[in-house]
């Protein structure tokens, strides 16, 4: 069970602080944390660091060291400034203008993720009695700073000031994850360190990379060269205007695969940042690429090409000893790469169609007494189960795995909702929940006449947001067994880097507070006050946001005088929405919506969205009314 930790803040460190509290006008911003904090408490005044600011970390704290460091190459790049890092000692008193992190007074009961967070108006003190928990009260600090912290170069004239604030903070859950699809489309090593920032900037904490399926395998093994050599690449790939078209193909050969090197500096820039790295390795389904690239493998006896095409395929692993050596092999060089406690294998969408056609396969359900293909699934599970628990490791597999029965160790994975986890933790197994009906990024984030083809269906931020991991349909006990949640992305209509920032950003925010805020923190109305500042905040770090939040949504219905009606709406419930209806661009001095529109078929209505302060954060929605519509 949760334990509730009550800390206790404290601005001192080793004593009291070097010097009384002075006076540095007033905090002229608005504080907006995204994920919500446990408890903050914000008292009138601020601090303004200045040029001569200088760190200190807690001495012999190596963890601590690396945070501050964090931290001071950050405000290097945005201010110019020298800012040094020191050791500091318990006996040491807190200067001016200095910035500590450190364990030292930290309370015993205090979560391992936990922080405090104290600005006065001499300094500020981050306690945490782990790195973690250090680093996501570093994250925090950020976020009080300037939004031009996140920038890439220097600022100019800008004041570096903090609100004078006392910070209590934890994670609700301990798995705080988010995924990435690069079996369809590969992503560079440079955008998932990128990916991975933006992870630990909303205080997430697992990656789970998703790096084999039907059209790729991209991970190195050095055993067996042809996985991606051969399985490495497809021929050419779907294009993504064809998803109610006729299937149009790009004709270009498409490929390529992550090194153990590169696999390595990966997990080793995210452990930096405090991320677990959770590879996913398919099987017994989704293993075209690698049937490809050793037919031996398969079930049919024939070698099938790469997929081109998405959705679910029937090439699936056979049963033969030779099949789980390989298996068990490439697990093994995956398990020296991803020091996490959990190696995820897949086990969704296995076709068995291949299983059931066959009489060598047939004949071996027999000979092991079972009696259907979801029991030689299951047996499938728990015999690669067996090698990874004599490696030290358990699996965790998506919720098809408790089909023909779980087994003994595994982890599951909740993604066709939520009913597979409700099983799962009633019998005592831990659950990580992923149901695609809020969690998943590859679906439309807004009306979907005005967004990139996607697959499936609408999941707006609010969607998003309101989802609580802990069903209650669980006891107290049986919702212990809850991890936490994960969104996952699928990239088979996301061919760029781009594409992807699209349909993550801003979701991910609604994402971290629900996964680290407690719920009596959450409050839809308050994050939905915090979001511009969030999108300003991506906008420093230049990822390519989707601004569907701030678009002007639109509904037309005819009238019984053979004009039309028009309701406009948006997702943010602004008030703020101002149009033209002679195909102007509109303005603040524009006609303000204020009730449904009545106009005239043909009419080219223009539509934007201001904020309550009277910024634009979206676009112009633009209409030609009509039957149509």
Same mark, same amino acid.
């Given at each position: 069970?949760?334990?509730?930790?009550?800390?206790?803040?404290?601005?001192?460190?080793?004593?009291?602080?070097?010097?009384?509290?002075?006076?540095?006008?007033?905090?002229?911003?608005?504080?907006?944390?995204?994920?919500?904090?446990?408890?903050?408490?914000?008292?009138?005044?601020?601090?303004?660091?200045?040029?001569?600011?200088?760190?200190?970390?807690?001495?012999?704290?190596?963890?601590?060291?690396?945070?501050?460091?964090?931290?001071?190459?950050?405000?290097?790049?945005?201010?110019?400034?020298?800012? @040094?890092?020191?050791?500091?000692?318990?006996?040491?008193?807190?200067?001016?203008?200095?910035?500590?992190?450190?364990?030292?007074?930290?309370?015993?009961?205090? /979560?391992?993720?936990?922080?405090?967070?104290?600005?006065?108006?001499?300094?500020?003190? *981050?306690?945490?009695?782990?790195?973690?928990?250090?680093?996501?009260?570093?994250?925090?600090?950020?976020?009080?700073?300037?939004?031009?912290?996140?920038?890439?170069?220097?600022?100019?004239?800008?004041?570096?000031?903090?609100?004078?604030?006392?910070?209590?903070?934890?994670?609700?859950?301990?798995?705080?994850?988010?995924?990435?699809?690069?079996?369809?489309?590969?992503?560079?090593? &440079?955008?998932?360190?990128?990916?991975?920032?933006?992870?630990?900037?909303? =205080?997430?904490?697992?990656?789970?990379?998703?790096?084999?399926?039907?059209?790729?395998?991209?991970?190195?093994?050095? =055993?067996?060269?042809?996985?991606?050599?051969?399985?490495?690449?497809?021929?050419?790939?779907?294009?993504?205007? %064809?998803?109610?078209? /006729?299937?149009?193909?790009?004709?270009?050969?498409?490929?390529?695969?992550?090194?153990?090197?590169?696999?390595? !500096?990966?997990?080793?820039?995210?452990?930096?940042?405090?991320?677990?790295?959770?590879?996913?390795?398919?099987?017994?389904?989704?293993?075209?690429?690698?049937?490809?690239?050793?037919?031996?493998?398969?079930?049919?006896?024939?070698?099938?090409?790469? &997929?081109?095409?998405?959705?679910?395929?029937?090439?699936?692993?056979?049963?033969?000893?030779?099949?789980?050596?390989?298996?068990?092999?490439?697990?093994? &060089?995956?398990?020296?790469?991803?020091?996490?406690?959990?190696?995820?294998?897949?086990?969704?969408?296995?076709?068995? *169609?291949?299983?059931?056609?066959?009489?060598?396969?047939?004949?071996?359900?027999?000979?092991?007494?079972?009696?259907?293909?979801? !029991?030689?699934?299951?047996?499938?599970?728990?015999?690669?189960?067996?090698?990874?628990?004599?490696?030290?490791?358990?699996?965790?597999?998506?919720?098809?795995?408790? !089909?023909?029965?779980?087994?003994?160790?595994?982890? *599951?994975? %909740?993604?066709?909702?939520?009913?597979?986890?409700?099983?799962?933790?009633?019998?005592?197994?831990?659950?990580?929940?992923?149901?695609?009906?809020? #969690?998943?990024?590859?679906?439309?984030?807004?009306? @979907?006449?005005? &967004?990139?083809?996607? *697959?499936?269906?609408?999941?707006?931020?609010?969607?998003?947001?309101?989802?609580?991991?802990?069903?209650?349909?669980?006891?107290?006990?049986?919702?212990?067994?809850?991890?936490?949640?994960?969104?996952?992305?699928?990239?088979?209509?996301?061919?760029?880097?781009?594409?992807?920032?699209?349909?993550?950003? /801003?979701?991910?925010?609604?994402?971290?507070?629900?996964?680290?805020?407690?719920?009596?923190?959450?409050?839809?109305?308050?994050?939905?006050?915090?979001? @511009?500042?969030?999108?300003?905040?991506?906008?420093? #770090?230049?990822?390519?946001?989707?601004? %569907?939040?701030?678009?002007?949504?639109?509904?037309?219905?005819?009238?019984?005088?053979?004009?039309?009606?028009?309701?406009?709406?948006?997702?943010?419930?602004?008030?703020?929405?101002?149009?033209?209806?002679?195909?102007?661009?509109?303005?603040?001095? %524009?006609?303000?919506?204020?009730?449904?529109?009545?106009?005239?078929?043909?009419?080219?209505?223009?539509?934007?969205?201001?904020?309550?302060?009277?910024?634009?954060?979206?676009?112009?929605?633009?209409?030609?009314?009509?039957? !149509?519509?």
């Amino acid at each position: 069970m949760r334990k509730i930790w009550n800390g206790i803040l404290s601005v001192v460190l080793g004593g009291l602080l070097a010097c009384s509290p002075k006076p540095q006008g007033e905090y002229k911003g608005t504080v907006q944390i995204i994920p919500e904090p446990v408890s903050l408490q914000q008292s009138t005044g601020q601090l303004v660091l200045t040029e001569d600011l200088k760190l200190f970390a807690q001495a012999d704290n190596e963890e601590a060291n690396r945070v501050a460091q964090h931290l001071a190459e950050d405000l290097r790049q945005v201010t110019g400034w020298a800012v @040094p890092v020191a050791p500091i000692t318990s006996d040491q008193s807190v200067g001016d203008n200095q910035i500590v992190f450190t364990s030292e007074g930290v309370a015993n009961d205090q /979560p391992e993720e936990a922080y405090t967070l104290s600005v006065t108006t001499d300094a500020v003190v *981050v306690r945490a009695v782990s790195g973690a928990g250090l680093f996501y009260g570093m994250q925090t600090l950020k976020q009080l700073l300037p939004v031009e912290i996140y920038g890439k170069a220097k600022a100019t004239e800008v004041e570096w000031s903090l609100p004078l604030v006392q910070v209590e903070d934890y994670p609700r859950f301990s798995w705080r994850g988010l995924h990435l699809d690069v079996g369809r489309n590969m992503s560079s090593v &440079e955008f998932i360190k990128e990916y991975i920032d933006n992870m630990a900037m909303h =205080k997430l904490n697992t990656f789970h990379w998703h790096l084999t399926d039907d059209q790729g395998w991209r991970i190195e093994i050095k =055993k067996y060269p042809k996985l991606t050599e051969i399985g490495g690449f497809r021929k050419e790939s779907l294009t993504i205007t %064809s998803r109610h078209q /006729p299937k149009v193909y790009d004709g270009k050969r498409y490929g390529g695969f992550y090194t153990q090197e590169q696999i390595k !500096e990966i997990v080793a820039y995210a452990a930096d940042r405090y991320i677990t790295v959770i590879p996913e390795i398919e099987l017994p389904g989704h293993a075209t690429a690698a049937i490809a690239a050793y037919p031996e493998l398969g079930t049919s006896g024939e070698r099938p090409e790469v &997929e081109v095409n998405w959705g679910i395929f029937p090439d699936i692993f056979n049963v033969e000893d030779a099949t789980f050596s390989f298996l068990e092999d490439v697990l093994a &060089e995956v398990i020296e790469l991803f020091p996490s406690q959990y190696i995820h294998i897949g086990g969704d969408e296995a076709m068995k *169609v291949q299983w059931e056609e066959s009489p060598r396969i047939q004949a071996k359900m027999k000979e092991l007494g079972l009696k259907d293909e979801h !029991e030689l699934q299951s047996y499938f599970i728990t015999r690669i189960e067996k090698f990874v628990n004599s490696k030290g490791r358990q699996i965790i597999g998506w919720d098809e795995i408790l !089909e023909g029965g779980l087994a003994p160790n595994a982890a *599951v994975m %909740s993604w066709r909702g939520e009913s597979g986890g409700i099983a799962a933790a009633r019998s005592q197994h831990s659950v990580v929940m992923a149901p695609y009906q809020f #969690l998943y990024l590859d679906y439309y984030q807004g009306d @979907p006449r005005f &967004e990139p083809t996607v *697959v499936g269906r609408e999941l707006t931020m609010a969607d998003v947001y309101a989802y609580d991991p802990l069903p209650d349909s669980l006891t107290e006990e049986e919702q212990g067994y809850i991890l936490g949640a994960q969104a996952n992305v699928w990239t088979e209509y996301m061919p760029t880097e781009d594409q992807i920032e699209y349909m993550v950003y /801003p979701r991910i925010s609604a994402l971290s507070e629900l996964v680290w805020s407690p719920v009596s923190t959450k409050d839809w109305e308050r994050f939905k006050e915090k979001l @511009p500042r969030q999108t300003v905040r991506y906008a420093a #770090l230049d990822i390519n946001y989707a601004k %569907s939040l701030f678009h002007v949504t639109y509904t037309v219905s005819a009238d019984s005088t053979d004009g039309y009606q028009v309701e406009l709406d948006n997702q943010m419930d602004w008030l703020g929405m101002y149009y033209t209806t002679d195909g102007s661009e509109p303005t603040l001095e %524009s006609s303000r919506y204020e009730s449904p529109l009545m106009v005239a078929e043909g009419t080219r209505l223009k539509a934007i969205l201001y904020a309550t302060d009277e910024t634009l954060y979206g676009k112009v929605t633009e209409i030609v009314v009509g039957a !149509e519509q």
